[in-house]
Structure formats: C-alpha cells, structure tokens
C-alpha cells in the first residue's frame, strides 16, 4: 500500500463471512485488514475495467443497428423452457415476439 491517508471505517460483517475472509487472510500469511482491502481494491478494479470496457464498445454504436439485426431473427416463439417468465403488474412489456 502506499503513504496515502487512511480512513477508519467501521465495518459489520456477518460472522460467516468474516470468519471465511479471516481463514483466507490466514491463508495468504496477511491481517484480516489487509486482505479486505486488498479484496475491495480488486472489486472496484473489475467493476472499472468492466465499465470502460463497455463504454468504449457502447461508443461505436450506432442508433438501429440492433433493430436491424433483430428485424432479422425469425418470428417464432422460445425454445421450451427459453421464455420469459409471465409478470404479474400491469404495464410491463413482453418485448419482442
């Protein structure tokens, strides 16, 4: 880790998920702390990648492309078991058929 000022924060855990972060730590040969932080650097590292990641695909879309390729696809209903299950509260669309 680097120099850079600390926060304190108190943090609950259940007890099952503390005592498998505690036994992972163990595992590694590093605190509790550092594991933890260690394991929410790595979640906000994947979430970010991930983010940029569909940005950058996002931004050579273009408008009606996907209608286009959806106009393609034959009208016929799912495979059994592929359908989209029945809701119950007024105004949620089906999408397409």
Known sequence: MTDAPRYKYP???PASLKDTAAR???EDGVSL???IVA???QKIGAVE???AFLRER???AVPGDLAR???KAPD???DPGDELPRRSWAGQGNGRR
């Open 24 to 26: 992972l730590a163990e």
């Open 33 to 35: 702390n550092q594991w």
């Open 76 to 78: 016929m209903p799912p």
């Open 49 to 51: 990648t991930a983010e």
């Open 11 to 13: 943090l609950q855990l």
């Open 69 to 71: 390729y959806l106009d």
């Open 39 to 41: 394991a929410v650097a």
């Open 58 to 60: 996002a931004a050579g």
